[in-house]
């Protein structure tokens, strides 16, 4: 029997006494009152009641899994039915060593996921026929919408209109005109190929196959385009396109797409790897991350994001996306499909499924049907007048889930699991008798011959090399081993809060009822899920103190989206048109800024004052200011700079008043849990980062879920879905609302929805303790690091809330020591860096977390304080600015132990700072596989897929 809370929470009664002994307080109680505002206080418990232990957790969310049924989806629609290779299962989706990694920022310990990242973009990029891709959007819905985005900034067709082809997937089509509403963008679905001309646009979206299964011609249309000047795009299925003429030769200046087929269960909607490959001309203004090749300092090939400087946490309102949290591990897993399989393994795949769809078409042919379209890879959608409903009734009783295109089309999809029996099966809904032997195996293609792939895809011998599973196993493991995650180290990145991620918490996602369900199955298949979606809600409404939660966003950033989205309807409805500023303290994160712009508001930022706090003055001048045209306040609580501040209540009111909303940054809902609520204190909206404060595993950068939580005047403007309007059990209205879909999935990425939701019923009311640990932890390492390196900011009692930011500014003024040498020098003591640079540069911001034991907090303090006994040498003139061990940090092993030593430090210094292993209580020692990264090099000599042999055997 293992209770849970003990397991979770690092520190223990002892540690928790010495802690405090060191903070200063006689108990926690004591120290949790001088840190929250009495103003904001919330003294009941949660009521939420624990389980006894991880069993009766499991055995009640099995209960769950059961109410869900896995039925054989045939339904497509960009979600199909896929064989994760066990090795890839095992290895990569459950592995802490990969999934509980954080997004490469600090690629020096990062190059075994940014490897896989590489390996993602080159098949992507070879796929699609593009120069590059990046390293994962969010799903293919929002990828779209990015795309017109994109072509929106780089056209040069003055007017406001995008043309979609009918042909997208509808939740592509949804998503995009959600996103176009905002921005004054005029959406116009169509079939391109008659109705484009008409229309002076933007830019276009092509399909490519269409949803109903047809493969179009699109090289005319595509000129045509080009030529009137639009940016021309396609949404394109990674399978199909090992066997057709990829997008990038027919004339597409931009592909998107889903990786889900790549190996990645549906999920019931996701998380998945949504993907955009684009010409070299458009590379600079390519959203999201992107992997990069550079050179370390010892002139060595080394891997790190690359462009940073589009991203929104540096251009802010400016940036060409908010995306943040991506869907790393998908693409990892994605990636790893098309290494493990390679291209001749992925073109037999996509034969097999084509060669079955052939025979079911021409079964059904054969037998009086008829088809919507001539040509196909693995759907086809038939004319059945009056019949959709009975045909859809006879194929469940058959097993099989069909798409009910409308009373008069019903549509199947076929895939990698799709076996000759399914086949049959299905032409049984259909009233055709037919046996395995029967079908005609050898039917002809359906991809139109003019666009027959040609030529050889995937050459680079990556994708040659781990095609056995002892092969595969290896080169997973050699990539987890050069990367540091949580499975290693503590990492104290302020604001992303890097908790342990259970096991028990990730073990249902993998189970059959949460990974097969098709997100448009019929909705008492998906039983489990709704109650398990409704008890997530209800926890995080006592959490919270709002009234409702949308779950589809999949990041944070969504999430700010969706809830800006919904202050925008808001005013609008009641006649408040010009209601348009969105109000901005400067230390918020980037996203914010980012998502404001893209609801269509305009941001106006509010300063800050000497203790970090927002500047009331400021915030009442800027209301004034703008008057009846704010539109909203967005502030994140406690704040960036880690400090309750006590001026919130007021700034709720003054904002308020106006006449806005009040949007609440929930990321830092870690130090409020169980100690004070948002929707309490006044604030009308906020989202929140189940991949921080709830537990989903980072993934090395993805996959995230940002829910979006309300206040009852809000909660009619959550996030919709066009296929999902009503709630199965009630019949009231689904995810449904006033402004449409913000992800391709009704419920996001619910497959990982089970991991917060094991956390909340095994923890219940003792989140709370969580929190006040959190925020114990935090006050012990800014005590114990504070005569070393000063603390930026604190509150009104000197304490600071989950997380407090070190100073190095000064230090570099008088030392030249920059906050990077200091976060490259902790690589050599075997630590992931704290975050950098945020919110304030310069600076070093540390967020422990509850998780982490005494002796981890205190071999991170150790290791701070040794360096800053380092940085003081440095000062002192012992060793000079530009040679010794922080500036030349991280040191790799063949540089420690190479002939040549000319530094003036010993080697022993260099390797292992904190002690020899096995000396000094050191047991292992992390070895970075390169040295420091010379960024800048990789972003003058652009190269962002797998490098040529020829440049590997130099
Ligand atoms: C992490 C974070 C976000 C963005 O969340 P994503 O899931 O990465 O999109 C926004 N605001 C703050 C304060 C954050 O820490």
């Not at 959203?287 to 251009?315: F, M, N, W, Y």
């Not at 399914?422 to 032997?437: E, P, S």
């Not at 508001?601 to 800027?622: I, P, Q, S, W, Y």
């Amino acid at each position: 029997m293992t209770d849970f809370a003990p397991r979770h929470l690092g520190p223990d009664d002892d540690a928790v006494a010495r802690m405090l002994e060191v903070v200063g307080y006689p108990s926690l109680d004591a120290m949790v009152d001088a840190v929250v505002p009495e103003s904001i206080r919330r003294r009941e418990p949660l009521a939420l009641t624990p389980v006894p232990d991880e069993s009766a957790a499991l055995a009640r969310v099995r209960a769950l899994a059961d109410r869900n049924t896995v039925v054989t989806s045939l339904i497509g629609g960009g979600y199909y039915g896929t064989v994760t290779p066990n090795v890839i299962l095992r290895n990569v989706l459950e592995n802490p060593a990969w999934y509980t990694a954080y997004t490469p920022y600090q690629p020096e310990i990062s190059q075994g996921r940014l490897e896989a990242l590489l390996n993602f973009q080159t098949m992507v990029a070879e796929l699609t026929g593009l120069d590059l891709a990046n390293a994962s959007l969010l799903d293919e819905a929002t990828a779209a919408a990015e795309a017109m985005t994109l072509a929106r900034r780089r056209s040069k067709v003055a007017g406001a209109t995008f043309f979609v082809d009918a042909e997208c997937h509808p939740q592509v089509i949804e998503v995009v005109e959600t996103r176009a509403e905002p921005l004054g963008i005029k959406v116009v679905a169509g079939d391109p190929h008659t109705d484009l001309g008409a229309h002076e646009v933007f830019g276009v979206l092509l399909a490519y196959p269409g949803t109903h299964g047809g493969v179009a011609d699109h090289r005319a249309t595509a000129a045509a385009a080009k030529e009137a000047g639009a940016v021309v795009c396609a949404t394109a299925d990674l399978l199909a396109l090992t066997l057709l003429t990829p997008p990038g030769e027919w004339g597409a200046d931009v592909v998107v797409g889903s990786a889900q087929r790549f190996g990645v269960p549906m999920g019931y909607g996701g998380p998945h790897a949504g993907f955009m490959a684009v010409s070299d001309d458009l590379k600079r203004s390519l959203p999201g991350r992107l992997v990069g090749v550079s050179v370390d300092a010892q002139g060595d090939r080394a891997l790190r994001l690359a462009l940073q400087t589009r991203e929104q946490h540096i251009r802010r309102e400016k940036a060409t996306s908010n995306i943040c949290t991506a869907q790393v591990l998908l693409a990892v897993m994605a990636a790893m499909y098309a290494t493990y399989h390679g291209p001749d393994g992925l073109r037999a795949i996509a034969d097999r499924v084509q060669r079955l769809t052939a025979a079911a078409r021409g079964a059904l042919v054969a037998n009086g049907f008829r088809t919507t379209a001539d040509t196909f890879f693995d759907t086809v959608t038939l004319r059945v007048p009056g019949d959709a409903d009975r045909i859809v009734a006879a194929a469940l009783a058959e097993g099989l889930n069909l798409r009910r295109v409308s009373a008069d089309e019903v549509g199947f999809s076929l895939d990698e699991t799709t076996t000759p029996e399914v086949v049959v099966r299905l032409l049984a809904a259909f009233g055709i008798a037919a046996t395995v032997d029967e079908l005609d195996l050898g039917a002809p293609s359906g991809l139109p011959a003019a666009l027959r792939r040609t030529g050889d895809v995937l050459t680079h011998p990556t994708f040659h090399r781990y095609h056995s599973e002892t092969e595969m196993m290896r080169y997973l493991r050699r990539l987890a081993d050069m990367d540091l995650a949580l499975d290693r180290t503590m990492i104290p990145l302020g604001s992303c809060t890097m908790k342990l991620n259970a096991a028990a918490e990730m073990i249902p996602i993998t189970w059959p009822e949460f990974a097969h369900l098709h997100p448009f199955a019929p909705a008492d298949q998906a039983a489990g899920y709704r109650q398990l979606v409704d008890e997530l809600e209800a926890a995080l409404v006592e959490i919270t103190g709002y009234d409702a939660v949308s779950f589809q966003p999949n990041a944070g950033s969504q999430g700010e989206l969706a809830g800006l989205l919904a202050i925008r309807a808001y005013h609008r409805d009641r006649g408040d048109t010009s209601r348009e500023v969105c109000l901005i303290p400067d230390s918020a994160h980037g996203t914010n800024a980012a998502s404001a712009v893209m609801a269509g508001m305009r941001v106006v930022v509010v300063g800050t004052d000497d203790h970090g706090n927002v500047d009331m003055d400021d915030l009442r001048a800027k209301v004034d200011e703008h008057g009846d045209r704010v539109a909203a306040v967005m502030v994140t609580y406690p704040s960036t700079h880690g400090v309750f501040e006590e001026g919130i209540v007021e700034l709720c009111r003054i904002v308020h008043d106006a006449g806005g909303q009040v949007y609440v940054d929930g990321a830092n809902l870690n130090a409020l849990v169980g100690l004070a609520r948002p929707g309490d204190f006044g604030a009308d909206v906020s989202h929140l980062n189940l991949h921080k404060t709830f537990c989903i595993p980072h993934g090395g950068g993805g996959p995230g879920v940002g829910p979006v939580a309300v206040r009852s005047h809000l909660a009619p403007y959550l996030p919709g879905h066009r296929l999902f309007p009503t709630h199965p059990d009630s019949g009231a209205p689904g995810p449904n609302g006033g402004v449409g879909a913000v992800s391709a999935a009704p419920f996001g990425s619910a497959v990982i929805l089970p991991i917060p939701w094991m956390y909340v019923t095994m923890m219940g009311d003792r989140l709370q303790r969580a929190t006040e640990l959190a925020i114990l932890s935090a006050n012990y390492v800014a005590a114990r690091l504070s005569p070393h390196y000063p603390v930026l900011y604190t509150g009104s009692h000197g304490l600071v809330a989950h997380e407090c930011i070190l100073d190095l500014r000064p230090i570099e003024k008088a030392t030249g020591i920059t906050n990077e040498d200091v976060a490259k020098r902790l690589i050599d003591h075997g630590f992931h860096a704290p975050t950098m640079s945020f919110p304030v540069p310069g600076t070093l911001m540390v967020e422990p977390t509850e998780s982490e034991s005494l002796a981890e907090l205190d071999r991170f303090c150790d290791a701070m304080i040794e360096i800053k006994g380092e940085i003081d040498r440095v000062g002192a003139g012992e060793w000079p600015a530009d040679d010794n061990p922080l500036v030349n940090a991280p040191h790799t092993a063949p540089v420690v132990g190479g002939d040549d030593w000319d530094h003036p430090y010993p080697r022993s210094l260099a390797g292992w700072p904190g002690g020899r292993p096995g000396h000094d209580g050191v047991e292992w020692k992390y070895w970075p596989p390169v040295g420091r990264i010379d960024g800048g090099y990789g972003d003058r000599n652009l190269v962002c897929s797998c490098p040529p042999v020829e440049d590997l055997a130099e």
